[in-house]
C-alpha cells in the first residue's frame, strides 16, 4: 500500500501505572555510566502479528477481538511494569531515575489495511507509522516517558505493536527481556525473567551530568538527507559469504561478521564512487558485554551492558580486492578479542571509555567515513507469544536462518550501494515478508 493511502488512526491514548506502587527505598535508580554515555534517544521495535485463523474475520469479530486483546495488553502491562519499575519513571538530569510510577504510555491505533498488505513490500516509512514517536534526540527530552507503546489494528485481524523505549535504561537484551516477560504475563502461563537492577555497582555513574554525555555519540548524529533500505540474506547466501570471508586467521566467520564485512565493502565503494576518492572510515561494532565481563553477568541483568570496538579502513590499508572481505572479517575479530580481554579484567570498563573516546575523537573528523553496526541476532524476540501466535515478523532482526539488514546511508551513495552487484549477489532487496 502506497504511504499516501495508508491511514492510522489514533483511538485511544492511557497512561498505564504499574499495578503495585513502587516501595520507597527503590523510588532512585541511578544511571550507570554506561546508561550516561548513551545519548537521549528512543530504540524502536514494531512487531507484526498476523490473524491466526485461516479464514478472515467478520468486522464485528475484529472489533471485538481488538477490544479483548486490548483488555489484556494493558492489564498485563501495568502487572509487568511492577518489575520493571525504572521504566514507569522519569529521568532527572543524567544522573539518576525518580521512580514515581508516573507509568508508560499506551496509544491504540486502526489501520485502514490488511496487515499483508503491509507486509507484502515493508519499508522503513511505513513502518515508521507503527512507532508511537519518533527517534530522534529532541523528542526523548520533551516527552517524559521511557516507554510508549502503539497498538494498531488492522482490517483483517492482524496487529503491530510497535514500542518507543528510552536507550537511557534499554539495550537489545533488557527490551527482549521486557517484550518477553510482558508476553508470558499476558498469555497467562509459563514463567517469565524477572530483572535484575543494578549497574550502577558494576559502572559507577560520573557525579557530573554535563561531563559524561552522549557527546562521544552525538557527534556522529549529524542532520543530513538520507534513506533507509532493507536487504534480507537467506541461509544458502549466507553460507556462500561466509565461505568466501574465510581465512587463514579467521577461519569460521559469524553471521554477522561476514554480512557486517560485505556492507561496509559496499558502503565503502559507494562513498569513492560518489565523492572520487578514497576517504577513509571507521566502523564501530556495539557488542553485549554481560557473557565477556568477570565474572559473566545472568541474561536478566538490566539496562546497558553495550560495549564496543571500531575498525579502520585506510588509504594505506591497500590489499586485492579478492582478499578485502577477508581483511574486514579480520579487523572484526580483532576488535572482539580485544573488547573481550579489556572487559575480563576488574577494571575493564575503564579502558573501555577510553576506547569510546578514542572513536568520538575519530567521528568529528569530517574527512572520514563513519559506520555503526548492531546486531539483534541472538536475542528472542520472535518468542513473544502475547496470546495469539509468535510474532510473524519484526524490523531489524533475524528470522529463523534468514537475517535481516537496514541500512541507512546518504541518498546519493544508496543509489550505488543497492545497485553493487557483489552485494545483490547475496542479499535480497525488500522482498515480501513470508509467514505460515
Known amino acids: 500500500m502506497a504511504l499516501e493511502q495508508l491511514k492510522v488512526q489514533v483511538i485511544r491514548r492511557e497512561t498505564i501505572k504499574p499495578s503495585s506502587p513502587t516501595p520507597h527505598h527503590l523510588k532512585t535508580f541511578k544511571l550507570s555510566l554506561l546508561d550516561q554515555m548513551i545519548p537521549d534517544l528512543y530504540i524502536p521495535l514494531s512487531l507484526f502479528y498476523p490473524f491466526s485463523s485461516t479464514e478472515l474475520p467478520h468486522l464485528q469479530e475484529v ?56 507486509l507484502k513490500q515493508p519499508d522503513s516509512e511505513t513502518i515508521k ?13 520533551i516527552n517524559g516517558c521511557l516507554l510508549v507503546i502503539q497498538v494498531s489494528h488492522f482490517e483483517d485481524g492482524g496487529i503491530a505493536l510497535g514500542l518507543s523505549v528510552s536507550h537511557k535504561i534499554t539495550d537489545a537484551s533488557t527490551l527482549s527481556m521486557l517484550i518477553n516477560s510482558w508476553a508470558t504475563t499476558c498469555l497467562g502461563s509459563g514463567q517469565s ?10 559502572f559507577p555513574p560520573l557525579s557530573d551530568s554535563k561531563s559524561t554525555s552522549s557527546d562521544i555519540f552525538a557527534a556522529e548524529l549529524v542532520e543530513e538527507k538520507c534513506i533507509t533500505r532493507r536487504f534480507v540474506f537467506d541461509a544458502e547466501k ?23 564485512a560485505l556492507i561496509w565493502k559496499c558502503a565503502m565503494q559507494a562513498s569513492r564512487s560518489n565523492s572520487g576518492v578514497h576517504r577513509p572510515s571507521v566502523c564501530f561494532q556495539s557488542m553485549n558485554i554481560r557473557p565477556r565481563v568477570a565474572p559473566p553477568l545472568p ?38 578479542k580485544e573488547v573481550e580481554e579489556k572487559y575480563a579484567k576488574r577494571d ?25 553496526f548492531t546486531s539483534w541476532c541472538r ?4 518468542e513473544s507469544d502475547f496470546g495469539w501466535g ?23 551513495e544508496m543509489a550505488l550501494f543497492e545497485s553493487n552487484q557483489e552485494l545483490l549477489s547475496f542479499a535480497f532487496l525488500n522482498p515480501s515478508v513470508v509467514w505460515n
Open 63 to 118: 472489533t471485538e477481538i481488538a477490544a479483548k486483546r486490548s483488555l489484556h495488553l494493558r492489564k498485563s502491562l501495568s502487572e509487568t511494569l511492577t518489575h520493571f519499575y525504572p521504566f514507569a519513571g522519569r529521568i532527572k538530569n543524567n544522573l539518576e531515575i525518580e521512580c514515581n510510577d508516573d507509568g508508560a504510555q499506551f496509544i491504540e491505533a486502526q489501520v485502514n489495511c490488511s496487515i499483508s498488505e503491509i
Open 129 to 141: 507509522q507503527f512507532l508511537p514517536i519518533e527517534t530522534d534526540l529532541k523528542q526523548a527530552v
Open 379 to 382: 536475542f528472542s524476540f520472535y
Open 348 to 372: 575493564g570498563w575503564k579502558e573501555g571509555m577510553q576506547v569510546l573516546q578514542k572513536y568520538g575523537n575519530l567521528v568529528k573528523n569530517d574527512g572520514i567515513d563513519n559506520y555503526i
Open 299 to 336: 541474561k536478566n541483568f538490566a539496562g546497558n551492558f553495550v560495549a564496543g570496538y571500531f575498525a579502520t579502513n585506510t588509504e594505506e590499508d591497500k590489499i586485492r580486492e579478492s582478499d578485502h572481505l577477508q581483511s574486514l572479517v579480520t579487523k572484526f575479530r580483532k576488535g572482539i
Open 238 to 260: 549466507i553460507a556462500l559469504l561466509r565461505s568466501k570471508s574465510a581465512s587463514e586467521i579467521v577461519k569460521n566467520p559469524t553471521r554477522v561478521e561476514a554480512i557486517s
Open 390 to 412: 509468535k510474532p510473524a515478523w519484526l524490523c531489524s532482526a533475524n528470522l529463523m536462518e534468514y537475517i535481516e539488514a537496514w541500512l541507512t546511508l546518504k541518498v546519493e
Open 193 to 202: 525473567l524477572v530483572p535484575k537492577f543494578g549497574a550502577d555497582f558494576l
